[in-house]
């Protein structure tokens, strides 16, 4: 059984600390140890332990795509990774290429936030196909998007995932598999603003490339044109600065200059 692809640890070293007599500590790892007994069950869970100011609020979130077991086994291991890697930190997110786990304070429940991110991918790039790849590649990502970001995707038994395969014939040949999935305690529209957020860092950093996995904290973008995610690669983790409120049912992210808002 292969071992789950850790891509990147984020520790908020910002975030308050505790000490390991706390009782915040202790709820952290009661609230981890629900999340990998939860595992079994779905690809996302969520879970809120003890009272204020010892709150700590933690979710998972695997890919659509893979096995229960395969799942079960990410999050086993995140959680236990999370817990080793941010010994004091109050509020933390793990990803892999198979799963990602966070925790916090702060309750982030229904809202978006566009960091802490992480994308990795192909150090080989499209050169003579690279404008025609980019339209084809954009459009299939926006098609998946309306279709994941609907009431409908929310209650299907993975909700609001999509993935397509397609054969893409140009001057070159090549197989176009792309997958979106957004966490499922957003509402449609925030999960269309989260995956659109994907892509713009998938455009800022790699969409010439072979294959590219972009995995935010409530959403994630893949896509593949090897057919087996195949090569070197290289990893980009972007902490960055967020702001992101939930105010009278509308959510509002805060990106650089812009408002992001839905309801």
């Known amino acids: 059984m292969s071992q789950p692809q850790h891509m990147h640890t984020f520790c908020n070293k ?4 505790f000490t390991q007599a706390s ?3 202790s709820n952290r790892e009661t ?3 629900s999340l990998r007994d939860r595992s079994s069950l779905g690809t996302y869970s969520n879970a809120t332990i003890g009272a204020s100011p010892d709150t700590v609020h933690g979710m998972y979130l695997c890919r659509g795509d893979i096995t229960k077991t395969s799942c079960s086994d990410c999050i086993k291991t995140a959680t236990l ?7 004091y930190q109050k509020e933390a997110v793990i990803y892999y290429e198979e799963c990602m786990v966070r925790y916090s304070d702060v309750s982030f429940s229904k809202v978006v936030d566009s960091t802490p991110y992480v994308a990795k991918y192909s150090n080989v790039s499209f050169t003579s196909l690279l404008f025609a790849f980019r339209r084809v590649l954009s459009d299939k990502v926006e098609q998946l998007i309306i279709l994941t970001a609907s009431k409908s995707s929310l209650s299907s038994s993975t909700p609001y995932y999509f993935r397509d ?4 014939n ?8 792309t997958m979106v999935q957004c966490s499922p305690d957003l509402d449609p529209g925030n999960c269309g603003v989260c995956l659109r957020l994907a892509v713009k860092e998938m455009t800022e950093c790699c969409n010439n490339a072979r294959w590219a996995h972009i995995f935010l904290p409530k959403c994630l973008l893949k896509y593949d044109t090897t057919g087996l995610q195949s090569g070197s690669s290289s990893i980009k983790a972007i902490k960055g600065e967020h702001n992101s409120v939930a105010l009278d049912g509308y959510i509002c992210l805060h990106v650089n200059i812009l408002w992001f808002c839905s309801f």
């Open 14 to 17: 910002l975030s308050e600390n």
């Open 23 to 25: 009782t915040y500590k």
């Open 31 to 33: 609230l981890l140890s």
């Open 81 to 87: 990774e999370i817990a080793k890697n941010c010994t």
């Open 165 to 168: 395969r397609t054969q893409v």
């Open 170 to 177: 140009q001057l070159e040949s090549y197989p176009l598999d």
